[in-house]
């Protein structure tokens, strides 16, 4: 966000009252930007840069945010939270020291401050607060990665083809070789926006698991080697890590010395926007060809 755009103003009025700790400042800043006549629709981006402001400025840096930590219950009310969302909310407002994980819950461990990352997991980390950014900043009813995140009960079910992928959203849809190719045809080929969707998706699942681990975790588990993985919160968080390794390795980016971070931010921010314009597609897609106009959509405004 450019810093003099009106979501940088926000975000910088925003940063400031939770810096100074100030709940009725903070109040007094979503009232201005979010009108109890049009709550839904202007909430969106407020949620977005809180959980920023929460992650990089707080939990990114081993501290809790204190503010929003005591006062997110509330806020929710203001800002159409569901509780879904809060949890992950309040998770990214808690004191990264003493969550509690373990080897049967990898997804919590990996966002653990004592959790031993490389570069690597650290820019997955990034990327997937990132992705629960966007994915609040979007209607609910008209984003398929929102449904990949808060829905996981649709995706057991559902026989549609997901995202990127050839059968459904199981991992069977996003199979991929050594040389980091996928199997099908989807969006001609292009190996790097399969991966993108990929991550999306499989990026958008793992979040589910650290959203509501006791609801979501049967529902996940049909999606992955149909219910026979014995560890599957590793599984599925192992599927976004690959998906960021072949998108970082890409000669393309590389030529043009562009950061694979960068990138998949920056489709994020372009797909934000797409979607924000254009709410044509449902959050559950309906057909096979539903998807296929979905992909050629985001390959047109967020990846080309």
């Given at each position: 966000m ?19 700790n100030?709940?009725t400042?903070?109040?007094?800043t979503?009232?201005?930007?979010v ?38 219950d509330?806020?929710?009310l ?16 808690s ?15 990996f966002f ?9 997991h ?7 607060v ?17 449904a ?16 990127g992928?050839?059968?459904y ?11 980091g ?16 969707l ?24 049909t ?48 797909m ?14 309906a ?6 106009a ?11």
């Amino acid at each position: 966000m450019q810093k003099t755009s009106p979501l940088g103003v926000a975000y910088r009025e925003l940063f400031v009252s939770i810096a100074a700790n100030d709940i009725t400042s903070l109040r007094a800043t979503i009232a201005k930007y979010v009108p109890a006549n049009n709550r839904i629709l202007t909430s969106r981006p407020i949620k977005m840069m809180l959980l920023l402001l929460s992650y990089y400025s707080y939990f990114n840096n081993g501290v809790p945010c204190s503010l929003l930590q005591t006062h997110w219950d509330a806020l929710a009310l203001e800002l159409d939270v569901q509780p879904l969302e809060l949890n992950l909310l309040k998770f990214f407002a808690s004191d990264p020291h003493t969550i509690a994980g373990t080897a049967e819950n990898a997804i919590r461990m990996f966002f653990a401050v004592s959790s031993t990352q490389d570069e690597v997991h650290g820019n997955v980390r990034h990327l997937l607060v990132n992705l629960l950014a966007v994915n609040l900043a979007l209607s609910r009813d008209h984003n398929p990665f929102y449904a990949c995140m808060f829905d996981t009960q649709h995706l057991a079910k559902t026989k549609v083809r997901g995202p990127g992928g050839t059968y459904y959203h199981w991992d069977c849809g996003y199979i991929t070789d050594v040389q980091g190719n996928m199997v099908g045809t989807v969006l001609g080929g292009a190996k790097m926006y399969r991966h993108l969707l990929a991550f999306m998706v499989w990026g958008s699942i793992t979040m589910s698991l650290l959203c509501d681990y006791p609801t979501n975790f049967p529902h996940v588990t049909t999606l992955c080697l149909h219910g026979k993985v014995p560890n599957v919160p590793a599984y599925v968080l192992e599927r976004p890590v690959a998906h960021f390794h072949w998108i970082s390795t890409d000669a393309n980016l590389h030529a043009s010395n562009i950061d694979a971070g960068f990138f998949i931010t920056q489709s994020f921010n372009f797909m934000w926007a797409a979607m924000s314009a254009s709410q044509q597609f449902p959050s559950a897609l309906a057909s096979d060809d539903q998807t296929t106009a979905f992909e050629e959509m985001l390959r047109a405004s967020a990846f080309d």
